[in-house]
Every structure is written in structure tokens, then in C-alpha cells.
């Protein structure tokens, strides 16, 4: 049975559609003081698949709250399945303002933090795209990542001459997915420095992008920094149309905007994180990591 948090309420729909498998019936509930209550009520199952973007420490809490609900109503099994992974970034301590280097001590390794609280309430935890692999080692049981980004080829529009293009190197996997599923069509990369939360350095290399539509790719836009710079050195470098695409569309603040006004022609973003560019759902990947582990 699917059990789904707030805020992933359309891909487990799209995932019990998946796996031929019922939907449970939720409840949300904030009391006065502030606290919240997810319960799933009348859940009965052997196996629970408790679904839920922790975009919130409200959606941490509710996750391990369904966690617990379901184990008390009799599920011998829970799976839990975070298809986007709140504090994945902060896989190393991190001081707000300093090097990681520089991080004095009293720091916390956030990602460890959340990973130990959800591996209490589960027996298998899968995540989607997480911004590192190797967060997934943060959990003590058997936890795995489901890649995505190659369904971010599907929304997007007939392309000339397309470069796909990562502005890092670390993305360089996730754009080569989307040109492979795409068929067709170069693989690039820039080169980023951040130099604060809300602002990146793009350094542009030899990337050949003049008359040609451009499509840019990351796990992540959510300040819209570094998608914003990099759609602006595209349009100096005389660029033809310019698509953001993105695993996770956090989209904090005014991050779409930016967007629009740095001159893009289309965003996608799949609905790992629920959004109005949420354009193609993860279900169908998550739903085969699921029966690659059944069978
Ligand atoms: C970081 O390296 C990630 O891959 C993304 O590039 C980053 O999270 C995007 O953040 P923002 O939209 O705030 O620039």
C-alpha cells in the first residue's frame, strides 16, 4: 500500500497507478500549539511505501510520524521513499559564510542527522537524484538512489542543433542522461564557483553555443543562481533558445522569476518536488527500482 506525505501527494498517486497498488488514505492535522499529525488511517498492509519530499522540517516530521503509523497499524515491511531529500546538500559540516575547509568544529554532518532519524521508522530507504550519491551511506538500512534525469528529455521540444549542457562539472552525468534520451545532440559544461547561497561565478570554457538551442541540466534549481548566470553568459555567447531542466525544482523564492527574466524559453523539472514546471512524474523510476528489488 502507498502512503503519501503532503507534499508528494501527485507522484504517489502516480506510483500506486505504477504498482497496481493501493493508495491509503491520509490525514493532515495542525494543532494549536504549532505541532503537526500525519496518520494514515485504516492502513493495512504487510508492506507500506511511505512517500514523502522532505522540502521542510513539517515534511521531515511528517515522514517519520506515517513511518510510525503505519508500523502500529501491522506493516511487516516499510519502504521509504524520498524523492527529494531535504539537507542532502549539507553532505559535510558547513559553516554559513566559510569554506568547508574552515568549518570549526560543533558543526553538524546535517545529512547524517536526517538520514539516522528516517533509517529508525524503515526497513529500505530510496531517494531520488540526491545532489551525492554516497548521502545514501547515511542510512542504516539498505538505501539506494534512482536516477532521473533521463525522463526530462520527454517534455522537451523539438531541438536544433542542441548542446546539453551542465554548469559544472558535476552535473555532467545528469546532462549526458538527457541528450541520451533525447538521441541526439552535444554534451557540455561550465565551470561554477559559488561565492554565497543566492550568488555563483560561471565560468563559460570553449562551449560552442551560437545559434543553437541550449538546454541546460542540473539536480537542483533553487535559488535559480546558478541557472540565471549561465542562461546570461548563453545569451552573450548568441545563443538561440535556452531550456532549464532539473531533477528537483525547489524553486525557492522569487527563483522562477529570475528565470524568465534572465531570458529563458521553457523550464522542466520533474515532481520529486511538486511545482508548476513539474512536467514529468519520477513515478515510473522509482516504480522499477521497486520491482527490480521485488523480483
Ligand atoms: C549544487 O551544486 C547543485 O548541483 C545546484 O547547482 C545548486 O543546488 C543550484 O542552486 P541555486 O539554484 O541556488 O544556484
Redesign the pocket.
Known amino acids: 500500500m502507498i502512503v503519501s506525505g503532503s507534499t508528494s501527494q501527485a507522484l504517489a498517486a502516480d506510483l500506486a497507478a505504477e504498482l497496481d497498488e493501493d493508495l491509503a488514505a491520509v490525514e493532515f492535522h495542525r494543532f494549536p500549539d504549532g505541532e503537526l499529525l500525519a496518520a494514515a488511517p485504516g492502513f493495512e498492509a504487510d508492506r507500506a511505501v511511505v512517500v514523502g519530499s522532505t522540502v521542510s522540517s513539517d515534511a521531515h516530521v511528517e515522514l517519520l510520524q506515517l513511518q510510525d503509523a503505519v508500523r502500529e497499524a501491522g506493516a511487516s515491511e516499510v519502504v521509504t521513499v524520498v524523492p527529494y531529500m531535504g539537507y542532502a546538500?549539507q553532505d559535510r559540516p558547513v559553516a554559513p559564510g566559510k569554506s568547508t575547509a574552515e568549518s570549526p568544529p560543533g558543526y553538524p554532518l546535517s545529512a547524517r542527522a536526517v538520514a539516522r532519524a528516517l533509517s529508525a521508522g524503515t526497513d529500505r530507504v530510496l531517494t531520488v537524484t540526491p545532489?551525492e550519491e554516497a548521502v545514501c551511506e547515511f542510512f542504516d538500512p539498505p538505501a539506494e538512489s534512482v536516477e532521473a534525469a533521463g525522463l526530462l528529455a520527454d517534455p522537451l521540444p523539438e531541438l536544433s542543433d542542441p548542446v546539453f549542457l551542465a554548469?559544472?562539472g558535476?552535473?555532467v552525468d545528469l546532462a549526458r542522461s538527457v541528450r541520451d534520451e533525447y538521441d541526439g545532440g552535444a554534451v557540455d559544461h561550465f565551470e561554477?564557483t559559488?561565492l554565497s547561497?543566492?550568488t555563483?561565478e560561471i565560468r563559460p570554457g570553449d562551449a560552442d553555443v551560437a545559434g543553437r538551442d541550449v538546454v541546460l541540466v542540473?539536480?537542483?534549481?533553487?535559488?535559480?543562481?546558478?541557472?540565471s548566470e549561465s542562461i546570461g553568459v548563453l545569451h552573450e555567447r548568441g545563443v538561440d533558445r535556452v531550456f532549464v531542466t532539473c531533477v528537483h525544482p525547489?524553486l525557492?523564492g522569487g527563483?522562477l522569476t529570475r528565470l524568465r527574466r534572465a531570458g529563458v524559453d521553457g523550464v522542466y523539472g520533474t515532481d520529486t518536488i511538486e511545482r508548476p514546471v513539474s512536467a514529468v512524474s519520477a513515478a515510473p523510476a522509482i516504480a522499477a527500482a521497486l520491482a527490480d528489488h521485488d523480483s
Open positions: 546538500r545532489h554548469p559544472d558535476g552535473a561554477k559559488r547561497g543566492s555563483v542540473d539536480d537542483i534549481v533553487a535559488t535559480g543562481s546558478t541557472m525547489l525557492a527563483a
